[in-house]
């Protein structure tokens, strides 16, 4: 009896440590500045689906990952991809915000910040996890909008993460450490730099 018991024990930590090896493994298929980016779609406010693939090849692509729609440090950044949209159109760049809130939360976020950009739900982190992006469960927020609560959801919650993918379909420019505020301007800074190359 004490025989078996080892085993299992034994076997309980060879599956414990497979497991946390295996999510460590998930976690850490990061894309590097040079790597192919990732063709993906979803599905954008007003329920279109948004591919990748419209845009690679004719422009240049800000992709910017975000927690949650409606919250203080997402709705800054968010604000401020709006406000230098212009800019960003000029240096010949689109943008695009994804993360786990489904589309009626997005359509919620898009109408109240009057946002000028897609914004693509991914509330399985499909999209996240293929960028390499951490992942955890999600939840609801509730806000105020004109008066009324409103309860958004997500499936997943993302990091912050943002991208630029060239036009040859590669990954410019990556940041894992994103200041929510500031991440437009640096996104704008890293553009002239890749231009200038």
């Known amino acids: 009896m004490k025989r078996i018991l080892t085993t299992i024990s034994a ?4 599956l414990l440590v497979t497991f946390n090896t295996f999510t460590a ?3 850490e298929t990061k894309l590097a500045v ?3 980016a990732p063709v ?11 591919k990748s693939s419209d845009y690679v090849g004719d422009k240049v692509l ?3 990952f975000y927690p949650a729609a409606m919250t203080g440090g997402c709705t800054k950044q968010a604000c ?4 230098d949209r212009s800019k960003l159109v000029d240096m010949g760049a689109e943008v695009v915000g994804i993360s786990g809130d489904n589309v009626e939360g997005l359509q919620v976020f898009k109408k109240a910040h009057r946002l000028n950009f897609p914004l693509v739900s991914d509330p399985e982190g499909k999209i996240a996890r293929a960028f390499g992006v951490p992942v955890r469960e999600g939840g609801t927020y509730e806000t105020e909008v004109d008066g009324q609560k409103v309860v958004l959801e997500r499936g997943v919650t993302t990091a912050r993460w943002t991208f630029i993918i060239d036009k040859d379909g ?8 994103v200041d929510a505020a500031g991440d437009s301007q640096n996104v704008l800074a890293a553009l002239a730099e890749i231009q200038s190359k």
């Open 170 to 177: 590669k990954i410019a420019y990556v940041d894992t450490d």
């Open 62 to 64: 800000v992709v910017y």
């Open 25 to 27: 493994m998930a976690q």
């Open 40 to 50: 993906f779609e979803g599905t954008e406010v007003g329920g279109e689906t948004w």
């Open 34 to 36: 040079g790597d192919p």
């Open 80 to 83: 401020a991809f709006r406000d």
């Open 11 to 14: 076997l309980a930590v060879l």
